[in-house]
Nanobody
Framework: VQLQAFGGGLVQAGGSLRLSCAAS????????TGWFRQAPGKEREFVAG????????FYADSAKGRFTVSRDNAKNTVYLQMNSLKPEDTAVYYC???????????????????WGQGTQVTVSS
């Protein structure tokens, strides 16, 4: 499966953005999908995950209550709705997909074999 992430941009603190991750090839719903981000000088970190086949959703503590991940099977696209953005949310955001992930491993980026190219999110104070 090939992934393309888009929707990033510059937004003021408190604003919102919706990132999209479009998949080509195999039906996206058969993959577990993860959103990760990497800020300059920092390690890549898990943001949110959606288990395949209509499974559970997981969020990093930093995303809980502000971010929502969802999937549109008809469009073969996964979304990350980000509200109440903070300057510390500034990072390159990546979507990733894999099939061999369960609730206990959804946060582990090395287990995702498929990655999108990343989209920059910048939140100004």
């Amino acid at each position: 499966v090939q992934l393309q992430a888009f929707g990033g941009g510059l937004v003021q603190a408190g604003g919102s953005l919706r990132l999209s991750c479009a998949a080509s090839g195999r039906t996206f719903g058969t993959y577990t999908t993860g959103w990760f981000r990497q800020a300059p000088g920092k390690e890549r970190e898990f943001v949110a995950g959606l288990l395949r086949n209509g499974g559970s959703v997981f969020y990093a503590d930093s995303a809980k209550g502000r971010f929502t991940v969802s999937r549109d099977n008809a469009k073969n696209t996964v979304y990350l709705q980000m509200n109440s953005l903070k300057p510390e949310d500034t990072a390159v955001y990546y979507c990733a997909a894999g099939t061999n992930l369960i609730y206990s491993t959804v946060t582990m980026s090395p287990l995702y074999p498929h990655w999108g190219q990343g989209t920059q999110v910048t939140v100004s104070s």
